[in-house]
C-alpha cells in the first residue's frame, strides 16, 4: 500500500529549539508539500517542493524551512521553535499530473 | 486569489439524517474540486473529486456535483452514520500547472446513534 509517513506522531519541544519534522513517501512522487492544521483556520501550506532541491514559499513560511535532497524525503525545520508554532502539521504528496494528494498521519508539535 | 468557503461547524446530526455541508468557491479558470475527510487521529483522505462543471463526484454514499454557474460544490448524504463522524475539507486546484490544493477551514460533523 502506497503512503506518506511522518517520522513522530507526537513531539514536544522547548522554546528555541531547532526542530526537524521528516515525511517521507514511497510512491516516487514529484511533488510534496507542508501544511499545519489550527481549529477554526483550516490547513494553511507553509512549503512545498516540485522535485529534488527544489522549493516554493507556501501562504505562511516565516519561522520555516525545507530541505529536499532526495526525492522521496521532504523535510521541515522550525529555525527557533516558538510557542505560536505549536499546531498539527501534515505532510503530502502526489505525482505530476495527478489529482488526489496522499498525506501522512500527521505530527502533532507541542512548544513549551 | 483562490479561495474556499465553507460552512462552519459543529454539525451534530441523528443517525440516518440528512447531511449537507454547502462549499463554495472563487478561482481563475476552472478549477478541479475535491472534497477530504479526516477521521479522529489521522490524516486527510480524499473522499470525492470532480474536474469539470456538471461532474458529479461519489463515494461511500457521498455525492457532491460541480456547479459552475453558482460556483459550489456542495457535499451530501441521504444517510448518515455514527462511522462518518469526522472533519470534512473541501478544497480546489488550479488545472493548469502543479498549484497546489487550496482549503476550505473544515467542517466538524458528529453523528449521534
Known amino acids: 500500500d502506497v503512503k506518506v509517513t511522518q517520522s513522530s506522531r507526537y513531539l514536544v519541544k522547548r522554546t528555541g529549539e531547532k526542530v526537524f519534522l521528516e515525511c517521507v513517501q514511497d510512491m516516487d512522487h514529484e511533488n510534496m508539500f507542508w501544511y499545519r492544521q489550527d481549529p477554526g483556520l483550516g490547513l494553511r501550506l507553509i512549503y512545498f517542493?516540485?522535485?529534488?532541491?527544489?522549493?516554493e514559499k507556501g501562504d505562511i513560511p516565516e519561522g520555516y524551512s525545507v530541505s529536499r535532497e532526495k526525492k522521496e524525503r521532504f523535510s521541515l525545520i522550525l529555525e527557533s521553535a516558538s510557542t505560536n508554532q505549536t499546531s498539527m502539521y501534515l505532510c503530502a504528496s502526489i505525482a505530476t499530473g495527478s489529482l488526489g494528494y496522499t498525506f501522512g498521519s500527521g505530527t502533532r508539535l507541542t512548544v513549551v | 486569489g483562490n479561495s474556499v468557503t465553507q460552512m462552519e461547524g459543529p454539525v451534530t446530526l441523528s443517525e440516518e439524517a440528512f447531511l449537507t455541508i454547502n462549499c463554495t468557491y472563487t478561482?481563475?479558470?476552472?478549477?478541479?474540486l475535491f472534497w477530504y475527510v479526516q477521521y479522529p487521529g489521522e490524516g486527510l483522505q480524499l473522499l470525492l473529486k470532480a474536474t469539470k462543471a456538471d461532474d458529479k463526484g461519489s463515494n461511500k454514499g457521498f455525492e457532491a456535483t460541480y456547479r459552475k454557474e453558482t460556483t459550489s460544490f456542495h457535499l451530501e448524504k441521504g444517510s448518515v452514520q455514527v462511522s462518518d463522524s469526522a472533519v470534512y475539507f473541501c478544497?480546489?486546484?488550479?488545472?493548469?500547472?502543479?498549484?497546489?490544493?487550496?482549503f476550505g477551514k473544515g467542517t466538524r460533523l458528529s453523528v449521534i446513534a
Open positions: 517542493s516540485y522535485d529534488v532541491k527544489m522549493k
Open positions: 478544497a480546489l486546484r488550479r488545472n493548469s500547472g502543479n498549484t497546489p490544493l487550496v
Open positions: 478561482a481563475t479558470g476552472y478549477p478541479s
